[in-house]
């Protein structure tokens, strides 16, 4: 079936170090690429997202395009800040029966802890 | 808008014992999802309802879990009897006509069963 994969976590990063979370995808046709953020004690929200091969998401600084290539979502960012610490979860989604919307499917979540 | 409010937040239960997780959804939206968090599975969702019907409930791991939509403001997710794997974060999250990437999330109820 569909799956996510995201790298491992935890990431400890320094503030303004080069951040790099993979996230590669199983899926037939052509999915939606999504990356959520989850605050500590907070519920998650859409950081941004990627509806087809070789479109770009940005949001907030954070860069993701989608690799139909390579399969991939890497989401990326030229300089963390310690507001950046969060659960970053990777998520598609493919079009459902009769045009309807299918049910996301997440990755298991990179934890991101930047120091100062 | 307060967003979605989930309640409790946290939730201390023994085995065996019947949990209820209760969820306000933003108002104005007519869908209401329900998702689990776990270290091993990750993030699932359990069920979802479009104008207070459940629409899927495949999600949803055994009989032992139940949930309801009496009205558009108000949604349960009712664990009967809890088991220690059922230990988890439990989301709810709302949208507007069913679009699941343009929900909105709560805060969630992490519910510990011993």
């Known amino acids: 079936g569909d799956s996510v994969t995201q790298m491992e976590g935890p990431v400890t990063l320094s503030e303004e170090a080069f951040l790099t979370i993979n996230c590669t995808y199983t899926a037939t046709g052509y999915p939606s690429l999504f990356w959520y953020v989850q605050y500590p004690g907070e519920g998650l929200q859409l950081l941004l997202k990627?509806?087809?091969?070789?479109d770009k998401g940005s949001n907030k600084g954070f860069e993701a395009t989608y690799r139909k290539e390579t399969t991939s979502f890497h989401l990326e960012k030229g300089s963390v800040q310690v507001s950046d610490s969060a659960v970053y979860f990777c998520?598609?989604?493919?079009?459902?029966?009769?045009?309807?919307?299918?049910?996301?499917?997440f990755g298991k979540g990179t934890k991101l802890s930047v120091k100062p | 808008d307060a967003g979605v409010i989930q309640s409790p937040r946290h939730e201390v239960t023994e085995m065996g014992q019947e949990v209820t997780l209760r969820c306000k959804p933003i108002?104005?939206?007519?869908?209401l999802f329900w998702y689990r968090q776990t270290m091993m599975r990750g993030l699932e969702l359990l069920i979802y309802?479009?104008?207070?019907?459940?629409?899927?409930d495949s999600g949803m791991p055994e009989d032992r879990f139940s949930a309801k939509m009496p009205n558009a403001s108000f949604s349960t997710l009712k664990i009967q009897p809890s088991e220690p794997r059922d230990s988890a974060v439990y989301f709810c999250a709302s949208s507007y006509s069913g679009i699941q990437t343009e929900a909105f999330f709560g805060q969630g109820t992490r519910l510990t069963v011993v």
């Open positions: 309802f479009n104008n207070n019907v459940p629409i899927d």
């Open positions: 990627a509806t087809k091969a070789d």
């Open positions: 108002s104005g939206h007519n869908s």
């Open positions: 998520a598609l989604i493919k079009e459902g029966a009769e045009g309807s919307q299918g049910n996301l499917i």
